[in-house]
């Protein structure tokens, strides 16, 4: 069993920041791919940002140049600083990751359970 688990998430002016944080736990034996998306009531989900095991980047277009990504191998937690909030930035962040349970199996798509972001004057 594997676990995602956000954190960071809250309120927050226009203009300000945060920096979500995701941690996976369990059986994991190495995890590829790891990203962050996010989701508006009634719209789609949509990409934010990913980062490969070897740092490899990419972003959505409407956020390069204010949010990073990053993350620690060693934690396996993946990170988002989210700079110059707007808010049409406001949505429920979602992590996820690939994750290879045992050296023999498939990497499986895990998701974690979303924390909320909320840009408001």
């Known amino acids: 069993q594997v676990q995602l688990v956000e954190s960071g998430g809250g309120l927050v002016q226009p203009g300000g920041s945060l920096r979500l944080s995701c941690a996976a736990s369990?059986?994991?034996?190495?995890?590829?791919?790891m990203g962050w998306y996010r989701q508006v009531p009634g719209k789609q989900r949509e990409l934010v940002a990913t980062?490969?095991?070897?740092?490899?980047?990419a972003y959505a277009d409407s956020m390069k140049g204010r949010f990073t990504i990053s993350r620690d191998n060693a934690k396996n937690t993946v990170y988002l600083q989210m700079n110059s909030l707007k808010f049409e930035d406001t949505a429920v962040y979602y992590c996820?990751?690939?994750?290879?349970?045992?050296?023999?199996?498939?990497?499986?798509?895990?998701w974690g359970q979303g924390t909320q972001v909320t840009v408001s004057s």
């Open positions: 996820n990751a690939d994750v290879q349970v045992f050296w023999y199996s498939n990497y499986n798509l895990y």
């Open positions: 369990g059986s994991i034996f190495r995890i590829y791919t």
């Open positions: 980062i490969g095991s070897g740092g490899d980047t």
